[in-house]
């Protein structure tokens, strides 16, 4: 049986619940993680491929994160969007938005924000 001191979510609350839970003054701390079940599929290593050549991509931008930066502002003004911002809070979240959607050269501007021809 666990032993949980404190009520659960109590300031008081410590203990771990079944080994699996641990809770430190009230919060969660941490989950037992599980064993991994299977191996990447070919398409989720395409994903993650692309991903780090994005964020490859960003980090050689320098200054021109700012510009990023200031199109999520305007797009937030804005009603229609090539991608859904509707979670994206910054310049680097936009940019590997429209990365992993279109990929390099996918946008005219490309590395800057998109520009209309």
Known sequence: MAKVTGPLFSLAASGSIGGIITYVCGHFAKKKEGEKTEDA??????IEMKWSE????WQSLGDNKEIWNSFHKVLWATP????????????????????MKYGPDGWPGYPLPPTVE
Do not use: D, K, P, R
């Open 41 to 46: 599929s070919e398409a989720q290593l395409e």
């Open 54 to 57: 994005g964020a490859t991509v």
């Open 80 to 99: 229609e969007c090539a991608v859904n911002i509707s979670h994206i809070v910054n310049g680097y979240q936009l940019f590997m938005s429209f990365y």
